[in-house]
């Protein structure tokens, strides 16, 4: 959204909501992080997620700065999906976010998605969560 489309004073974390908030917002952020760009069927096929939500919470990550669309012309058409500086910027706030819910997830005794390991073997996450890693069979004993 655009600061006009703001009217009156916003809370912060109604701001950071409206741009982050939704069920796939920060995971599709993670994926182009990791994979450095994205292409919109190649992802649909690897998250269990609909084809409107998905191009849905593109469109609103683009439209708030955070991704950037770029669209070839060549025939197909290709089109990636790219984090813009803005995007790049919040990763470590979704990194101390991520490492912080497996942490309480496995304090409440909450079943962590197996998968949610897989693509989170950087150091940084494995350096603060390698014992409920290996607890989940994520990494080596």
């Avoid at 701001?15 to 796939?24: N, Q, R, V």
């Avoid at 084809?51 to 060549?74: C, M, P, W």
């Avoid at 912080?100 to 998605?113: G, H, L, R, T, V």
Wanted: proline share 6%.
């Amino acid at each position: 959204m655009n600061s006009e489309d703001f009217k009156n004073p916003v809370n912060p974390y109604h701001y950071i909501t409206h741009c982050i908030g939704g069920k796939w917002k920060m995971t599709i952020l993670h994926h182009i992080h990791t994979h450095g760009s994205i292409r919109f069927n190649h992802t649909l096929r690897t998250l269990p997620i609909s084809e409107k939500v998905f191009s849905h919470q593109l469109r609103e990550l683009a439209e708030d700065g955070l991704v950037e669309r770029i669209q070839y012309n060549t025939i197909p058409l290709k089109v990636e999906y790219v984090l813009t500086p803005l995007g790049k910027e919040i990763i470590p706030a979704l990194d101390i976010l991520y490492i912080w819910s497996i942490k309480q997830m496995d304090k409440k005794n909450i079943p962590i998605d197996p998968d949610a390991f897989l693509v989170h073997m950087n150091d940084i996450y494995v350096s603060e969560l390698e014992d409920i890693m290996k607890k989940n069979g994520a990494v080596g004993e």
